[in-house]
């Protein structure tokens, strides 16, 4: 409504934009980091169809095609490397993406506010401890002689696990650890998507004797679910843009079976082999997946269910 | 009648066992959450014999403050406590300044181009140039190893650019910009005396999140910075905790064993120095960046 009427008001074009110079000023500094720190960049791809040379620049470098991409799938590594994030990346989203949205539901369901609070406070704090601290606090419990899981295990009678070293627990350490860290921030958001259902619609399902489970999915579970899928395209939107930088912590010489993935790759052969071209090759590859990605999700659910980004 | 009697009152026990079991769920979820938290900060206090010996604690065993008096001798710490609080101030400055007066722009829907504006922001969240490109790219600006190549590529957050604008679009009433203009205020008056003041939620929750992030990042500064004596704590406590990397930032194996042995008496120590401060503030500000992330989301 508000907006008809400014349009008219102002009208469209150049008179318009003058009279909002002001604005144009206030957005004039994020605009400028916008276009250096991230379509420049973006410019910076090119070099992943070139040979590279510092010296030469992006411009005077000499172009090489396709050769760094066929380069890394010739590599003996690649599809390791490549099904290693695939997987990590899809079970990430499977198993931590319902998670906050269960812990919410039950959350809300609680009648006792303060309880509820405080539960609330509780589930943030891990979200402001950092992913050093994180993996350091995970070491340090699971060390196979001195932390208390593997003594727990060894008095059950069983041989100490290492986990931080073993290939097969790489990812369930990396997505419970997430788990851990995120529920509840994760959580805010359909937390505050249920406060505002009306008490109205439990208070007649109650009449016509719903119980509390049947009402948990069927009032607050349906309510919640556009805000749900949103969030679960914008998950998808993200889905292979996996945090390195715990997959790199949590990498030891021993795991990189399952632990080296696309992201950790670049950055061990592009910053610390300075191999430019090559390892932007491979990270462009992970975008252009990544974009596909969400781009097919944003049809399939515009079509589902008429919620879309785009 | 006594039938649908009957029937409430199974549904009574009903509600009352599954709130039972929410109930010891949660607490159960909170001891999961809050116990490694715990552990390392009693662990900080005791005897590192008997933490090593791998003991389940609930409170500290031969309390001593020996841990924290080794820290306190132990420089390069203090070194990188001071670079991330310079980091922190910094990057957060710098981030407001970029963020606020952007996303007060975008909010209002007579600036011409806001859709195509917030488009390419929002591009930006899905597709990137990557490490590679933006390590050039800062090695091309000369801002390498200096503070600004920590500070400058994560100056805005996308997504708290979007939350920060959908608090303006849903607080800033636009009455009140019409009262204004008929005062005869500009748009500049107007954000730096009438929304600014109007609007410290928003801003308290952009400083916690922009300095949460910076007090925990470690990536960037490791990629960005080259002097050992400018890295910030999360480097710091990583080449000490985990001993992996000790040998190839020192050098010296004697030196390399020595680090070694004292990371295992400080490691909890410094875990616990380097998570209080943000774990100690945030319940202080949590009304607000709940509310900021709720109206954030709800229109993002």
């Known amino acids: 409504m508000n907006a008809q009427i400014h349009r008219k008001q102002y009208g469209r074009g150049i008179k318009s934009i003058l009279r909002s110079w002001q604005l144009y000023v206030l957005l004039l500094p994020a605009l400028v980091w916008l276009i250096v720190f991230c379509y420049r960049p973006m410019y910076g791809l090119i070099i992943a169809f070139k040979d590279f040379r510092i010296r030469q620049g992006i411009l005077a470098s000499p172009w090489a095609g396709l050769k760094h991409f066929k380069q890394f799938f010739s590599t003996y590594n690649a599809k390791n490397i490549i099904l290693n994030t695939v997987i990590l990346s899809v079970e990430n989203l499977l198993i931590s993406f319902p998670i906050p949205v269960i812990f919410a539901l039950l959350l809300n369901s609680v009648e006792n506010g303060r309880m509820r609070k405080t539960v609330q406070t509780i589930s943030y704090a891990p979200y402001f401890v950092s992913t050093v601290v994180i993996v350091s606090i995970m070491q340090t419990i699971l060390a196979p002689s001195t932390g208390f899981v593997n003594l727990f295990l060894q008095r059950m009678g069983s041989s100490p696990i290492l986990f931080t070293s073993m290939p097969q627990y790489f990812r369930p350490l990396y997505i419970i650890s997430g788990i851990w860290q995120s529920m509840g921030f994760n959580a805010i958001i359909y937390l505050s998507a249920l406060t505002s259902i009306s008490p109205e619609y439990h208070e007649a399902a109650k009449i016509d004797g719903a119980s509390k489970l049947q009402r948990l999915y069927h009032i607050d579970f349906k309510l919640i679910l556009p805000t749900v899928v949103i969030m679960f395209i914008l998950a998808i939107g993200k889905l292979m843009t996996l945090g390195y930088e715990k997959a790199y912590l949590l990498q030891s010489g021993m795991n990189l079976a399952t632990s080296e993935i696309i992201s950790t790759y670049v950055y061990k052969t592009g910053l610390m082999n300075a191999q430019y071209s090559f390892s932007t090759a491979v990270s462009l590859f992970n975008s252009l997946i990544n974009f596909i990605l969400l781009m097919i999700t944003n049809i399939i659910t515009k079509k589902i269910s008429d919620i879309s980004l785009f | ?300």
């Open chain 2, 1 to 300: 009648m006594a039938k649908e009697l009957a029937h409430h009152i199974k549904q009574d026990r009903s509600s009352a066992i599954f709130n039972a079991f929410v109930i010891c769920f949660l607490l159960l979820l909170c001891l999961v959450i809050l116990y490694p938290l715990w552990y390392v900060l009693i662990a900080s206090f005791s005897d590192p014999m008997y933490v090593n010996s791998g003991r389940f604690l609930l409170y500290p065993i031969h309390a001593s403050l020996d841990g924290y008096q080794k820290i306190i001798s132990y420089s390069p710490l203090w070194m990188g406590y001071l670079n991330t609080i310079y980091y922190t101030v910094v990057g957060t400055a710098v981030a407001l300044v970029l963020t606020i007066p952007a996303a007060y722009a975008l909010s209002r829907d007579d600036m011409p181009g806001r859709r195509g504006i917030m488009f390419l922001f929002s591009f930006t969240m899905f597709f990137s140039g990557g490490i590679i490109p933006m390590f050039l790219l800062i090695k091309q600006l000369k801002i390498y190893d200096t503070v600004w190549a920590v500070v400058l590529p994560v100056g805005i957050s996308v997504w708290n650019l979007i939350v920060c604008r959908s608090f303006f679009e849903s607080n800033i009433p636009k009455e009140l910009l019409e009262a204004a203009r008929l005062d005869g205020t500009n748009d500049f008056g107007f954000f730096f005396r009438i929304v600014l003041p109007l609007s410290p939620t928003i801003i308290t929750v952009m400083i916690l999140f922009y300095a949460t992030a910076q007090w925990n990042s470690f990536m960037n500064p490791l990629m960005y910075l080259q002097d050992i004596k400018k890295m910030p704590l999360q480097v710091i406590l990583r080449n000490l905790v985990l001993a992996a990397q000790i040998s190839n930032m020192v050098g010296d194996a004697n030196e390399a064993a020595e680090l070694a042995k004292m990371a295992e008496q400080l490691k909890y120590g410094i875990i616990t120095v380097s998570a209080l401060p943000l774990l100690l503030i945030y319940p202080f500000l949590q009304n607000y960046f709940v509310k900021g992330v709720s109206v954030g989301a709800v229109k993002g």
